[in-house]
C-alpha cells in the first residue's frame, strides 16, 4: 500500500528539513513511536507502539538525503510485519511563505486489506497516524517555545538544549 500525506508549515525548507532530520526530534509528533537513535553511517534504530498493545523495532537506513530537500529511507533486517520504505520532501512555498512537507510511505499491512482495515477502525492505519502526526509536526514547528534540541528559527542554525527540569524552572 502507498500513503501520500502533505502539510504546509510556516517555516523555510532548511529549518523544517534539520528539525525532521534530526531522528530523535520524531517521537515529539510522532505518537506511535517511543524512540529513535541514530546509529551511525545513516542507519537508526526505531521503536514503536503496535495494535493491541505490542511494541516493534527495526533498523532503518537513509536511502537518499538532499539537504534542505529530501530524505528518503527503507527498513533493513525487519521482519515482514514491519518492511516499508519512505521519502519526505521539503518544498519551498512560493513567495518564501514557508515550506509544503510530502510524506509518500510504501508498506504491505500485516493481514493485508484486512488487516488495514480493521488497523483504521482502531486509528492505527498508517494514512491516518501520518495525518494526524503532520498536524503535530506543524505545530512543534511553528510554536515559538523552545521545546527541543533544536528550536527552529534559531539564528545561523544554533541549537538550544533544554530538558524538562530547566523548562520548569524559568
Same mark, same amino acid.
Given at each position: 500500500?502507498?500513503?501520500?500525506?502533505?502539510?504546509?508549515?510556516?517555516?523555510?525548507?532548511?529549518?523544517?528539513?534539520?528539525?525532521?532530520?534530526?531522528?530523535?526530534?520524531?517521537?515529539?509528533?510522532?505518537?506511535?513511536?517511543?524512540?529513535?537513535?541514530?546509529?551511525?553511517?545513516?542507519?537508526?534504530?526505531?521503536?514503536?507502539?503496535?495494535?493491541?498493545?505490542?511494541?516493534?523495532?527495526?533498523?532503518?537506513?537513509?536511502? @537518499?538525503?538532499?539537504?534542505?530537500?529530501?530524505?528518503?529511507?527503507?527498513?533493513?533486517?525487519?521482519?515482514?510485519?514491519?518492511?516499508? !520504505?519512505?521519502?519526505?520532501?521539503?518544498?519551498?512555498?512560493?513567495?518564501?511563505?514557508?515550506? @509544503?512537507?510530502?510524506?509518500?510511505?510504501?508498506?504491505?499491512?500485516?493481514?493485508?486489506?484486512?488487516?488495514?482495515?480493521?488497523?483504521?477502525?482502531?486509528?492505527? @492505519?498508517?494514512?491516518?497516524?501520518?495525518?494526524?502526526?503532520?498536524?503535530?509536526?506543524?505545530?512543534?514547528? !511553528?510554536?515559538?517555545?523552545?521545546?527541543?534540541?533544536? @528550536?527552529?528559527?534559531?539564528?545561523?542554525?544554533?541549537?538550544?538544549?533544554?530538558?524538562?527540569?530547566?523548562?520548569?524552572?524559568?
Amino acid at each position: 500500500m502507498l500513503v501520500s500525506k502533505g502539510i504546509t508549515v510556516g517555516r523555510p525548507p532548511g529549518e523544517v528539513y534539520a528539525f525532521w532530520r534530526e531522528f530523535e526530534n520524531l517521537p515529539r509528533f510522532m505518537y506511535h513511536l517511543e524512540g529513535v537513535e541514530s546509529t551511525g553511517d545513516g542507519r537508526s534504530h526505531w521503536v514503536a507502539k503496535a495494535p493491541a498493545g505490542r511494541r516493534v523495532e527495526w533498523d532503518a537506513e537513509i536511502v @537518499e538525503d538532499i539537504p534542505d530537500a529530501v530524505i528518503s529511507w527503507r527498513t533493513v533486517g525487519a521482519d515482514d510485519d514491519i518492511t516499508h !520504505e519512505g521519502r519526505v520532501a521539503f518544498l519551498p512555498v512560493e513567495g518564501g511563505r514557508g515550506t @509544503e512537507v510530502h510524506v509518500d510511505l510504501s508498506y504491505d499491512p500485516p493481514g493485508g486489506r484486512f488487516g488495514a482495515a480493521i488497523a483504521r477502525l482502531f486509528g492505527e @492505519e498508517p494514512g491516518q497516524q501520518i495525518a494526524d502526526d503532520l498536524r503535530r509536526f506543524k505545530q512543534a514547528i !511553528e510554536s515559538p517555545a523552545p521545546t527541543t534540541k533544536f @528550536e527552529p528559527g534559531a539564528p545561523h542554525g544554533e541549537h538550544l538544549v533544554t530538558d524538562r527540569a530547566s523548562r520548569r524552572a524559568d
